[in-house]
């Protein structure tokens, strides 16, 4: 079955930092792209950040950047997300999204049910 | 950056009711390089249209995308049950790149 499946949310301190997974299945993972997209509760989608299909380049929104690292591991078939000096406005559901290009500048085709991330003291 | 503005908020209709939602971009899109997607609850969000027009894998005929430059619109011809959910549009050829509308939510009158 092609899908993608999230895991690593928790609950987390202001300031803490975490580290999110994303295991794709049924698809050859390097031919796209990944993004991560999330949603704070309630709310809409927003973009992230990107990767290109062999990770040799990578982009982030404002709101993140400097603070999170996108990666990924052809040889796993995963994409991760490391977020530092983590924020109450970083609360969200966390999306992994696969680009339907090798350029993550792109419409998503694919995408998982999320990870919760809650940062709270 | 381009920032994709969606009306109406809300849109109340019955089955079987044609649903026009639209999408405007505060600059011209390039090369009508915007998508739409669907979200359920508790679920992900599923890729209807790219490209403006063109229908993802699967999509039934009843979704139609359509417009140019700051103009789009997704129409769902005869509404299903299974159609109200909240839809999204994106567009992906501008930078900053991946920026998405707030949201419609389409629910049953």
């Known amino acids: 079955e092609v899908q993608l499946v999230e895991s690593g949310g928790s609950v987390v301190r202001p300031g803490g930092s975490l580290r999110l997974s994303c295991a794709a299945s049924?698809?050859?993972?390097?031919?796209?792209?990944m993004s991560w997209v999330r949603q704070a509760p309630g709310k809409g989608l927003e973009w992230v950040s990107g990767?290109?299909?062999?990770?040799?380049?990578?982009d982030y929104a404002d709101s993140v950047k400097g603070r999170f690292t996108i990666s990924r591991d052809n040889a796993k078939n995963s994409l991760y997300l490391q977020m530092n000096s983590l924020r109450a406005e970083d609360t969200a559901l966390y999306h992994c999204?696969?680009?339907?290009?090798?350029?993550?500048?792109?419409?998503?085709?694919?995408w998982g049910r999320g990870t919760l991330v809650t940062v709270s003291s | 950056e381009i920032v994709l503005t969606q009306s109406p908020d809300i849109l109340s209709l019955s089955p079987g009711e044609r649903a026009t939602l639209s999408c405007r971009a505060s600059?011209?899109?390039?090369?009508?390089?915007l998508a739409w997607y669907q979200q359920k609850p508790g679920q992900a969000p599923r890729l209807l249209i790219y490209?403006?027009?063109s229908r993802a894998t699967g999509i039934p005929d009843r979704f139609s995308g359509s417009g140019s430059g700051t103009d789009f619109t997704l129409t769902i011809s005869r509404l299903e049950p299974e159609d109200f959910a909240v839809y999204y549009c994106?567009?992906?050829?501008?930078?900053?790149?991946?920026?998405f509308g707030q949201g419609t939510k389409l629910e049953i009158k």
């Open positions: 600059q011209s899109v390039s090369s009508s390089y």
């Open positions: 994106q567009q992906y050829g501008s930078s900053p790149p991946n920026t």
């Open positions: 049924g698809f050859t993972f390097d031919d796209n792209a």
């Open positions: 990767i290109n299909w062999n990770g040799g380049n990578t």
């Open positions: 490209g403006a027009s």
């Open positions: 999204a696969r680009a339907a290009s090798s350029d993550f500048y792109w419409y998503f085709d694919l």
